[in-house]
């Protein structure tokens, strides 16, 4: 059983870059696509973005020119990093394997708090 | 403000039904079946319940059902369990920026 866990710093100050990682344990890795999903007072839950197994990746238009997301195989794990955040990137961000026909999560992380406060 | 919208809450009783909707636009439920629902209990989260409309994913009960009528997705739930009490998200793939969107959820209580 595929069981994500994820890791990174959960306070930052605006400007700073969120970096967080996703290491994919207990079942295969290859062949998946990998997501992050986050959860804001704001917004409730968003698309942030998809990488393959290839490692081509796909994100959400609106924060396309702040988010960097890459797949180690090898180290099965995958990362996020979100540069210039601010008060509005606080949240919960997720892990998850995505279905790359149907784009439905079906495994997920437990989530990382993620607060940006100066 | 989502992309997808839903009732902000709906509540029932243990044994009845209840019909959770989710309202997009022709660019994504109303052209694609790539719809999902997703439970959530606080502290916890998103767990699968159907997806591609009306699957269900090995181990969720046969009380959930999807459906699909133009632009609206539903959520069915029958037989209400006190333990369904949670938070429901639909979310669907948009062609407008090839992504994916959520609704705003849906906060059920079991009386």
């Known amino acids: 059983q595929v069981q994500p866990q994820q890791w990174g710093a959960g306070l930052l100050k605006p400007s700073e870059t969120l970096s967080l990682t996703c290491g994919v344990y207990g079942g295969s890795s290859g062949g998946h696509s990998w997501s992050w999903v986050r959860q804001t007072p704001g917004k409730g839950l968003e698309w942030i973005g998809k990488v393959n197994s290839g490692g081509s990746d796909n994100s959400n238009p609106s924060l396309k020119s702040r988010v960097a997301m890459s797949l180690d195989t090898s180290k099965r794990r995958f990362s996020l990093k979100l540069s210039a955040v601010t008060a509005a990137d606080t949240g919960l961000y997720y892990c998850g394997r995505v279905n790359d026909n149907s784009f439905y999560l079906d495994v997920w992380g437990i989530g990382t708090t993620v607060t940006v406060s100066s | 403000q989502s992309a997808l919208t839903q009732p902000a809450s709906v509540s029932g009783s243990p044994g009845q039904s209840i019909t959770i909707s989710c309202t997009g636009a022709?660019?994504?439920?109303?052209?694609?079946?790539?719809v999902s629902w997703y439970q959530q209990h606080p502290g916890n989260a998103p767990k699968l319940v159907i997806y591609?409309?009306?699957e269900r994913p090995s181990g969720i009960s046969d009380r959930f059902s999807g459906s699909k009528s133009g632009n609206t997705a539903s959520l069915t739930i029958s037989g209400l369990q006190p333990a369904d009490e949670a938070h429901y998200y639909c979310s669907s793939f948009a062609s407008l920026d090839s992504l994916v969107v959520f609704g705003g959820g849906t906060k059920l209580t079991v009386l």
């Open positions: 022709s660019t994504d439920i109303g052209t694609y079946d790539f």
């Open positions: 591609d409309v009306n």
